[in-house]
């Protein structure tokens, strides 16, 4: 099925286009919001939520991008105001503890596998992931687009908003930033 043909079975609330989307796009856009959001049900969720909207918002496409750059910019935004809004919670939480004794933030990476990872690579694979989940957001999100999910860095300027060398620059930090982060743990 073309993208064409797609978007038109989309804003005809064909039941083939929308098992069609999910058939084309599930996979890449679960690793990449698993890739953000560093956890397996919650990337679940939120991938759901992303083939939601786009069923319900398809006629919003213009078409000035490709299909596939659109979803990515949903998936990407919804991970990011996710990982906003859990930022936020914790923020709170830790406030509301500050007068119990005793009390220390600690934020733990939660255990997860990405898809891409070999199982002889788990224990470098995990540190490699807590290193990325302290990186600016746009750092991040660059990293994982461009290194995990093998996107060009047009298509990435294209997700992000930005241009190609503001990606670089972009992918240029996060590198330097994670082998100081890795560096600290060796």
Not at 140 to 167: D, S
Request: with cysteine; hydrophobic share 40%; glycine share 4%.
């Amino acid at each position: 099925m073309t993208d064409q043909d797609l978007i038109q079975g989309l804003l005809n609330r064909e039941e083939d286009a929308y098992r069609s989307l999910v058939d084309q796009f599930q996979v890449p856009v679960y690793n990449t919001i698993l890739g953000l959001v560093q956890s397996e049900p919650d990337a679940e969720d939120l991938a759901q939520e992303v083939f939601i909207q786009v069923f319900r918002s398809i006629h919003q496409f213009k078409g000035e991008a490709k299909l596939s750059t659109w979803i990515y910019r949903i998936a990407t935004t919804k991970s990011i105001d996710f990982i906003r809004s859990k930022k936020s919670k914790k923020r709170f939480a830790f406030l509301y503890r500050l007068g119990a004794p005793g009390d220390k933030e600690h934020v733990a990476i939660p255990d997860f596998h990405h898809p891409g990872v070999v199982s002889e690579r788990k224990e470098q694979a995990a540190q490699l992931f807590q290193a990325i989940a302290q990186l600016p957001e746009n750092q991040k999100t660059a990293f994982i687009l461009t290194r995990l999910e093998q996107l060009p860095h047009a298509a990435v300027a294209e997700i992000m908003g930005i241009t190609i060398p503001a990606v670089e620059s972009l992918l240029h930090r996060g590198c330097i930033n994670l082998k100081k982060l890795l560096d600290k743990k060796m």
